[in-house]
């Protein structure tokens, strides 16, 4: 019933009651990856960044596919709209540590490549967070997986 309620919140954009719905069903089901998905929004959205990376890291460092391949349409993904809200901000600009993290998250949704550039920047200010340096690594081994299967 909480899952369902936080898709209706979801989808209607109310990410501060998606996020209590779904937080509901991630403390029943701590495996449930859909919600996980949709949790790293709503935490984007309601500031909680760190929450957000937590999640994030999770589900790129055990299977990053359940990001990469996500269907924009089909799963009603907002991050499209989310980006364009923030500007057309360029990993390389000027902008706080928390913005560049909630994009490059937001951006593996869409485009891996975007997603990869915002994650070289932060691994190289932010040489502290292996974290962060791990998951870079892992979204460029992705990118090259993904070009040598198509080359």
């Known amino acids: 019933m909480s899952e369902m309620l936080g898709n209706q ?3 209607s954009r109310n990410f501060s009651k998606a996020k209590e719905a ?3 069903v991630l403390s029943s089901e701590p495996q449930n990856d859909f919600v996980k998905k949709r949790l790293i929004i709503c935490y984007t ?3 909680e960044i760190n929450k957000a990376f937590e999640l994030f890291y999770e589900i790129v460092k055990n299977n990053i596919d359940l ?3 996500t269907d924009l349409v089909a799963d009603d993904c907002p991050c499209p709209e989310l980006i364009s809200k923030y500007g057309n901000v360029k990993p390389t ?9 909630m994009l490059g998250m937001l951006w593996l949704y869409c485009n ?3 997603s990869l550039e915002f994650f070289n920047n932060l691994s190289s200010e932010e040489k502290s967070d292996e974290r962060i340096v791990e998951v870079r690594n892992i979204i460029k081994e992705k990118i090259n997986q993904n070009e040598k299967h198509y080359s």
Request: glycine share 4%.
């Open 9 to 11: 919140y979801f989808l």
């Open 22 to 24: 779904y937080e509901k």
């Open 45 to 47: 959205q309601t500031g």
């Open 67 to 69: 990001i990469t391949n």
């Open 93 to 101: 600009e000027e902008c706080s540590h928390d913005a560049k993290l």
């Open 112 to 114: 891996s490549q975007v």
